[in-house]
């Protein structure tokens, strides 16, 4: 049974940085790759970005220049550093263990199959 | 990057039968996997690809694909299942994408 528990701030001011780590019990660590997602209150579901064991990253690109997702596998965490923020960036956020499987037909399937908790990071001055 | 686009809500009698309909140009070369999100909690996966179902995840769930929509049946619509439902796909750059979500009310 795989969990994944996340915690970070969850109260920011305007310009700071948000840091949340992720860290995964049960399970291969190395077979997946690990993403963080936001929602905003009230709104819907925001891919941020996400980071396989050896270090490889993949970013939203409309939040690529604020964005680092790093990975410990000796812990088997993985973390999001989100710059700069603004109240636009208040969400509750989760991370999430996603996967690629090829069926019988040889087609790709990607989804993700197991979530964190989820954190509410509010900014405000 | 792309977007998928989903009806805001639907509404479903107690079992009847509900289709979800999810739309993007991503979902031309790419299936689907399909949240299920209740208020306060994280989104679960119900059902990706070509009808794959998590264990635990009844067969009332179904999925469809053609050209460029993907769509969600659920046939015979229990109480548990009024929620929120998010389309969710790869595109070209090889990013995620999240449909725009569907609230499902189930009378």
């Known amino acids: 049974q795989v969990q994944l528990q996340q915690w970070g701030a969850g109260l920011l001011k305007p310009s700071e940085t948000l840091s949340l780590t992720c860290a995964v019990y049960g399970g291969s660590f190395s077979d997946y790759y690990w993403s963080w997602i936001r929602q905003p209150p009230g709104k819907g579901l925001e891919w941020i970005g996400e980071i396989n064991h050896s270090g490889s990253t993949n970013y939203n690109p409309s939040l690529k220049s604020r964005v680092t997702i790093s990975v410990d596998t000796s812990k088997k965490q993985f973390s999001l550093k989100l710059s700069s923020v603004t109240a636009a960036d208040t969400a509750v956020f989760y991370c999430a263990r996603g996967l690629t499987t090829v069926d019988t037909a040889m087609v790709t399937h990607h989804y993700f199959d197991n979530w964190g908790q989820g954190t509410l990071v509010t900014v405000s001055s | 990057s792309s977007e998928l686009t989903q009806d805001p809500a639907v509404s479903v009698a107690l079992g009847q039968t509900v289709r979800i309909t999810c739309q993007g140009d991503?979902?031309?070369?790419?299936?689907a996997s399909w949240y299920q999100q209740k208020p306060g909690q994280a989104p679960v996966l119900v059902i990706y690809g070509k009808n794959y179902r998590p264990s635990g995840i009844p067969d009332r769930f179904s999925v469809f694909r053609s050209g460029n929509t993907a769509s969600l049946t659920i046939t015979g619509a229990q109480a548990e299942d009024e929620a929120d439902y998010y389309c969710?796909?790869?595109?070209?750059?090889?990013?995620?994408?999240f449909g725009t979500g569907t609230k499902v009310t189930v009378l």
């Open positions: 991503s979902l031309r070369s790419y299936y």
């Open positions: 969710n796909s790869r595109d070209s750059s090889g990013d995620h994408v």
